[in-house]
């Protein structure tokens, strides 16, 4: 593994009395494409807005390039923050803006671009994830799919070290899917960007993802770590290889097993 | 061919199985709770009650159930197999299901708790005196919470005027259309009524000493130094703290406030900031026109007394000065900067899902006029103290 861009160390994240994960450990190496797993309900949302400072651990440590986010405030915080793109479950565009607008509000407060430079800016984002021609719409006139992308673009805007993504692909078609796939191998590989992403996407998993973490919520904890391809072929875990196996399309084994 | 269709229709009464419950004792004594017929969603109501009730009286242990009879279940019925079974383990007893069909046992299973615990429903329904302690205790939470967020909001509008290159200029002419533009109509419908019904009841007493002049003077001060701010105030919390409060609730809920956050935009200065001095900015205007309906139709009553209107107007300057008019103003600013706080606080604190939106708003507007009401109070004592 690469030199680690995150390190998350005994991570306890609790709602009220009820606890989601428990001492929960892992790395992000630099530049890699890092996948969380795990069903509905298991905290991966809750993991990723632990690590980007968002929520504030029961108990555990996260350090993103050897800053410390628990404790961090002010400058040193928007330090951090200047780092990451972040898009959210439910994309969280601003109603109140057009797509163009919701890309360059980060410039806009970030940056001393020009407006028609931070225009220009935006818009190649926004095609990026082929929604050119869609610049002026409002998040409530596109569907569910479009606004991820307009979200994903929007996460892009500043050219984030390392960008975080809570399933980008569910609800869109495939083949959309698979040029987002391209679009983060690309940036990944040409950018050196780190990407943090939480999807069920198997067949994008093989295709994107260094190494996988996945989480469990019986154990609360996470039962797998590695490359797809080794966990599905060499977990002991029988959970894991099965849960491998049957979105891989090997429903044989699940009806033998 | 009408036959055929007719006898289609309306199958035979006997036909159709309805459901039942009874409680049979065999030879040796023991009891069998017996359930018949056709436990569907439409039916397994009808013997629900009675099959509790039947087990409740039952002593036996375990308690069997005799399911032979049953022609056909669905989960509504298999519910009340689970709704026994629970009932007589509440009781530290059995339950004994026999003669379930192998493909309605399938159903039991489906629908049956799977033995682990389930983590704890995040809140019960309570008794109407432990909300009440609740809500007396969560009511100084509320007053800490409240004095924060002020303090916040301080500390951020010092830092706001300091470096006004900060402040979002477009929210607030945004929100300051919103607020005030929209609010004219009503604004002038309320004050012209208000000016009306206050020139009403005081002519009606002044009358008696045919002191019906001094209802002029009566509305300029009244108007002026309290009811045009307070009204003004109430109208806007009505339009404007719940629209602020719905608007930041939706975006907490829609994980907007977290994307502001991780984007470094501090949600005070964003969306705080801009709707406190858009509130400030706009309701000297709402109090000044406030006022100017009132005394209109206050003018309106006093016309019918056959006073020229040159005598009211006259009445109204002299017995106002520009000191009410001002008092008046600043006691609004103060009230707009509470509309507008309330508002967002209530906005910031929407729990997750829809509903909760609309909680926020309630509270923003009941919790915006009991602090309006206070603060009129206290001004009003602070006026009369100081000879204001
Ligand atoms: N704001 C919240 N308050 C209380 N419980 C929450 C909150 N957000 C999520 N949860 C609970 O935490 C658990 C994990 O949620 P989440 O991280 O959204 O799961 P995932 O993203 O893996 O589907 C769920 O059981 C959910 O009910
Ligand atoms: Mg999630």
Known sequence: MPEPIIRVEELTARYG?????????????????????????????????????????????????????????????????????????????????????????????FTDLPPDARSLIARTKLKMVQLEG??????????????????????????????????????????????????????????????????????????????????????????????PAELRDRSDNPWVRRFFRREAGGEAAEVSA | MLWPVAAMAS???????????????????????????????????????????????????????????????????????????????????????????????????????????????????????????RSSLGFFAELRSLVVFTGEITVCLGRALRHPRSIRFRDVVVVAERAGIGAIPIIALVGFLLGLILAFQSAVSLQRFGAQIFVADFIGIAMFRELGPLMAAILLTARSGSAFAAEIGTMKVNEEIDALTTMGLEPVRFLVIPRVLAAVLVIPALILLMDLAGVVGGLAMFLTLDYPVVTFWNRVVEATSPGDLLGGLFKGAV??????????????????????????????????????????????????????
Request: charged share 25%; proline share 4%; glycine share 12%.
């Open chain 2, 335 to 388: 009230y707009g900067v509470i509309v507008a706080a309330v508002g967002c606080l209530r906005g910031t604190e929407t729990g997750t899902g829809a509903s909760a939106v609309g909680e926020s708003t309630t509270s923003a507007v009941v919790s915006g006029i009991v602090l309006i009401a206070v603060t009129a109070a206290i001004f009003s004592i602070v006026f009369y103290v100081l000879g204001i």
């Open chain 2, 11 to 133: 199958p035979a009464p006997e036909r159709v199985p309805s459901a039942s419950v009874r409680v049979d004792g065999d030879a040796a004594g023991s009891v069998r709770l017996v359930l018949e017929g056709r436990l569907d969603a439409g039916r397994a109501g009808s013997v629900w009650g009675e099959a509790l009730e039947r087990a409740r009286e039952c002593e036996a242990d375990p308690l069997v159930v005799d399911c032979s009879a049953i022609d056909y279940c669905d989960g509504a019925g298999a519910s009340i197999l689970v709704a026994l079974r629970e009932l007589q383990e509440a009781r530290g007893r059995r339950l004994e299901v026999r003669g379930l069909r192998e493909e309605f046992a399938r159903i039991l299973a489906l629908i049956e708790p799977s033995g682990e615990a389930a983590p704890a429903p995040p809140s019960k329904r309570e008794g109407l005196l432990v909300a009440l302690g």
């Open chain 1, 134 to 227: 869609f610049e002026d719409f409002m998040p409530a006139e596109i569907s569910g799919g479009m606004k991820k992308r307009a979200a994903i673009a929007r996460a892009m805007a500043l050219d984030p070290e390392i960008l975080f993504l809570d399933e980008p692909s569910a609800g869109l078609d495939p083949i959309t899917s698979a040029e987002l796939d391209q679009t983060i191998l690309e940036l990944s590989r040409n950018l050196g960007v780190t990407f943090v992403i939480v999807t069920h996407e198997l067949p994008s998993i093989y295709t994107i993802a260094d190494r996988v973490i996945m989480l469990d919520k019986e154990t609360k904890g996470i039962v797998a770590t590695g490359p």
């Open chain 1, 17 to 109: 009395g009820r606890t989601v994960f428990d001492r929960v450990s892992f790395e992000v190496g630099r530049g890699e494409v890092f996948v969380i797993l795990g069903g509905s309900g298991c905290g991966k949302s809750t993991l990723l807005k632990h690590m980007i400072g968002l929520y504030t651990p029961f108990s555990g440590h996260i350090w993103i390039d050897g800053e410390d986010v628990t404790g961090a405030e002010g400058d040193a915080k928007r330090a951090i923050l200047s780092k990451l793109g972040v898009m959210y479950q439910s994309g969280a565009l601003f109603g109140s803006m057009t797509l163009l607008e919701n890309v360059m509000l980060p410039m806009e407060e």
